[in-house]
Nanobody
Framework: QVQLVESGGGLVQPGGSLRLSCAAS????????MGWYRQAPGKERELVAVIQSDDSTNYADSVKGRFSISRDIIKKSVYLQMNSLKSEDTAVYYCNIPDLDAGMDYWGKGIMVTVSS
């Protein structure tokens, strides 16, 4: 009964900022890596950012230096701060929290981010 709900998306001007949040409900037995993906129309889903169990982070080259991922284990939440947004950042963003102990891979329904003048 785990569900992930994203929030914080919307329309923003180029150069602007947004902060995405993803909150999990239900029981996650083992929170390890937590990540954000995105998918633009007609394109494959791609990894945007991941925060690992040791708190290290990795980013897609296209967002490096502009995006920052963070998390709150107690709240079972993961966040994505997006700065200096570009038109090519326009996509549906999905949060992902695998539960390795349960052998499950949980995904949010996605939230739209539109960067346009």
């Amino acid at each position: 009964q785990v569900q992930l709900v994203e929030s914080g998306g919307g329309l923003v001007q180029p150069g602007g900022s947004l902060r995405l949040s993803c909150a999990a409900s239900g029981t996650i037995f083992s929170i390890n890596d937590m990540g954000w993906y995105r998918q633009a129309p007609g394109k494959e889903r791609e990894l945007v950012a991941v925060i690992q169990s040791d708190d290290s982070t990795n980013y897609a080259d296209s967002v490096k230096g502009r995006f920052s991922i963070s998390r709150d284990i107690i709240k079972k939440s993961v966040y994505l701060q997006m700065n200096s947004l570009k038109s090519e950042d326009t996509a549906v963003y999905y949060c992902n929290i695998p539960d390795l102990d349960a052998g499950m891979d949980y995904w949010g329904k996605g939230i739209m981010v539109t960067v346009s003048s």
